[in-house]
Every structure is written in C-alpha cells, then in structure tokens.
C-alpha cells in the first residue's frame, strides 16, 4: 500500500525473470482448493462448472488478451490511464506490467485457473507501474455498474488497495453500490504497510467494505503469508505464496509467458473464480447469497500464524447448489412525468435462484399507497395515469418469485407532475429522476427534433411545438438508453 493514489496489492516479491513453459501439471494453489485438509494430493478437479457464460471484471493493469490462458474470452473494457493519455497502450486495455494478466489467469486461466471459460471484461485503472489514482478507480467501477447486465450475476475483482484517509471512502461507495446491484465484489487484503509489515485490512479500501469479500493469503503449508493484512475486515484466505513458493500465472510478454507471484493479489481471484462457477450454476443468484455460501463453504480451523481476530477460513471449491432465496432489490429506476403521468421503469433484480414471477408497483402520495399496478415478469416499464398536476408521489417496486416477495425499493421520490407545453424551456431533472448517484444523461431522437431539442447553456429541454418527444436516458456515456416518450401540449 502506499499512502497516495492506488497500488496493485502484488507483486510483494518481484517477479521472475525468467519464462516458464506452459503448465502440465496441477498447480498447487488449485490442488489445495479442493480439498479440505493437507498434504496435497496431486488433484485439481473441481467439477463440471467453468464459469461459462458468466463475466468476470478484471479492475488492474490491463490483460493481454491474447495469452493462452485466456484466448477468446478477454473484452477490453474501459482503459482509464489511456483515455486520460497518462499512460497509454494499444490495444486498448492491453497490459503493460504483467500484474492484471496474472491476476486474470487465476481466476479464469485454461490451466491456472478456477473458472476456466468465464469471460474477462479488462478494466484498465493501473498504470505500467502497478499505480493509479482513486479518481480513475471510481469512474471505472462506474462503467462497470452501467455495464452489467442487471438481475445476472457477475463478479468484480479489485486485487489493490488505498489507505481510507486517501479518499479510499469514494472507492468504497461505487463497491457498495456494485454489490447493491447483484455484483460479488472480491478484494485483496493488501500486503502490510511502507515496510510489508501486515496491518488491520479495515485500515484500507476497498478490503474494509463489510458486504465485499476481502481476502486474505496464505502460503503453501497453510500458514498466513508475512505480508498479508488480517483482522475482522478479512472473510476468509486463499492461496497466495509465501518464499517458500509462489503462484503460476501467465504473464505479459508473450502469449506463452508464465511467471510466479505473490501477494494478496493472488489470493483474491481464486475467490473471484469460484463466484464465478456458483453464477453460472445459478445465474440469477443474489451477490450476497453467492458471497455468503462461499465464507459458509470454507475449511474451518486449518490456518496457522494468525491474529485472534481473524477468520479461520480457507477457501474450498464446493459447488453444490446454494439455497433459493427471494429476490433481490430493484435497480436504476428511472421515472418521467408529463401531462398527468409519470413513468416508471427499473433493472430486475437478482432472482434468488428462482425464476421471477412478477412486479408489484406501488404509487403512494402523502404516505398512503394511491394506485397499485402488478405486471408479469419481464415487463419493467409501467405508465400512471390521471395524477395531480402540482403534485408529488413517491414509487415502491417489489418484486417476487415462487418463494415470495423480495426486497423493496425505499419509496422513490418522483418530480412534480407537470403538462409540458410548446415554447416552455424545462430543466430536465424537472421532468425525470435516476434512483442512482450517477447522473441521468439525456438525449432527443432524430425523429423528435421538430417537437423538442435540448439546449446546452443553460441545460434545458426545450418545447417547440405539440407532438411526441422521444428523449433516451442512460446513467453513464455508453449505456443503452432507456426511450422515454414525452407528450407536449
């Protein structure tokens, strides 16, 4: 950890220079996963699950997509140091300093990893050093939550870290915010202070965040690594070397270079792997029920070398189904007004593993529910009509499945019900509102521009004669929008 900016949690002993051939055997970090109990027993097996059809984002240096290890199941996503020409690489989200292709092979790796055909969405944050800046950290985990795709797990792995007095706060927000959003979030501990000397991992974000799962590393007999980060904040350990030996990845410079690491880093995308095989098992799984099972699953009482107030926990590979639960919370509300209506729409939540059987939506004004609709599964969009011009209401959407109803949204605010009218210019936060803290972007259809048009200074949605305005709405640059038609006149 340094005290200014991010540092990838690796790296604790520099990497070989050497190159290593292609493993043929079983590694030994997959070999203790699978079991409960030392010696090692020479096996790797971990069932029929590979993670297929699941994405695992990758928040790091880069990857190099092309590598054997991962070959046709790599995305470039968004590449921050790039974008801000600070340090650029071509191909986009390519890696220049081998700790995100490491990183990425443990947890979706042909041979060194655990989800063997998840796909890896690169996020490209560090720089050809292993640095960033928590600036660039947020805005990328931003991408990320407009990217998912709702109501399907995915899992994100953050192998660095910032110390909390580094505004290390705002990468914790946009953690929690993702987890909120049906994202299992795997952390490294980090690897101790200036000195390597280990330190509370409550001291750092994101390993602080409680509904995240922070890791911890332990060494090849068992015993917690000297460098790890410990205390009440870590879940549970994995595998992440020690002097005695590292852990086999693949590496930068070629698309057949290996090399040995160490660290936190290690550690936490084994755990992101098997996120991934339990989502595919169960796709539409609740982040929080694939976290949990994952701490319940661990070997207990195996560990040596740690503080008293750490877990006793390994990580072992158990895909037995998880229990059904009910959904999960709705996401990304967005609701319009116009001419005595609003709509509303939302993401689906998680199903809890059952398969949604609808969506209750309910208006209240002045605290008392006023109109209530219920719609089947796969509509997200509902329209209310005759509301009161002047007036405000507040949005409460639960949906349910065979087990019952899931969480609720807390009542939503709406804007004040209005009638647009030609040759009115209207703030567009006067006409909808996103249930998030990213801002709500708007745009106007070609096919609309002779019935409205937005004005830039100041920014306005301008009415110009009667008639349809299709607008599309999105939370970030680059999402889909949402398209909205609002009636003037």
Known sequence: MIAMGIVAAGAVLAASTATFAAPVGTEWHLDRINQALLPLDGVNARGPLTGAGIDIYIVDTGVRSTHEQLTGRVVPGIDIPTENETSKVDP????????????????????????????????????????????????????????????????????????????????????????????????????????????????????????????????????????????????????????????????????????????????????????????????????????????????KGVITGMTADSPNRLLFIDTAP??????????????????????VSWDSPCDGGSVLTGTRVSLLRNGKVVKRMDVPAGTNAVRFLGLALGSRYQVVIKAKNAIGAGIATSRITTPVIRKILPGQSVEPSALGSLTSDLPLLWSVSQASKKVCRLQVMPFRLVALRKGACRVGLRGIAGQDPVIRTLRIG
């Not at 655990?114 to 969405?121: D, E, P, S, W």
């Not at 229990?323 to 001419?339: F, K, L, M, Q």
Request: proline share 3%; hydrophobic share 40%; glycine share 10%.
């Open 92 to 299: 986009v989200s390519s890696d220049c300093d081998g700790h995100g292709t490491h990183v990425a092979a443990l947890a979706a790796g042909s041979t060194v990893g655990v989800a063997t055909q998840a796909r890896v969405i690169a996020v490209r944050v560090l720089d050809c050093n292993g640095d960033g800046e928590v600036a660039d950290v947020v805005d990328a985990l931003q991408w990320v939550r407009a990217h998912h795709r709702s109501g399907i797990a995915a899992v994100v792995n953050l192998s660095f870290g910032v110390d909390l007095g580094d505004d290390g706060t705002s990468i914790d927000h946009e953690v929690q915010a993702l987890i909120d959003e049906g994202v299992v979030v795997t952390v490294a501990s980090g690897n101790g202070d200036a000195a390597g000397r280990p330190i509370d991992a409550c001291k750092i974000a994101p390993a602080d965040v409680p509904d995240a799962l922070t890791i911890g590393a332990v060494g090849i007999s068992d015993a917690v690594s000297y460098y790890a980060n410990n205390g009440p904040c870590v879940d549970l350990y994995a595998p992440g070397g020690d002097r005695t030996k590292g852990l086999l990845s693949a590496w930068k410079n070629s698309d057949t270079n290996y090399e040995f690491d160490v660290g936190t880093s290690m550690a936490s995308p084994l755990v992101a792997g098997y996120a991934a095989l339990l989502a595919q098992q169960q796709p539409g799984m609740c982040a929080t029920s694939i976290s949990r099972a994952i701490v319940d699953r661990s070997t």
């Open 322 to 343: 998880i229990v059904t639960t009910t959904p999960g919370e709705a996401s990304h509300v967005i609701v319009t007004t116009d001419s005595q209506s609003l709509v």
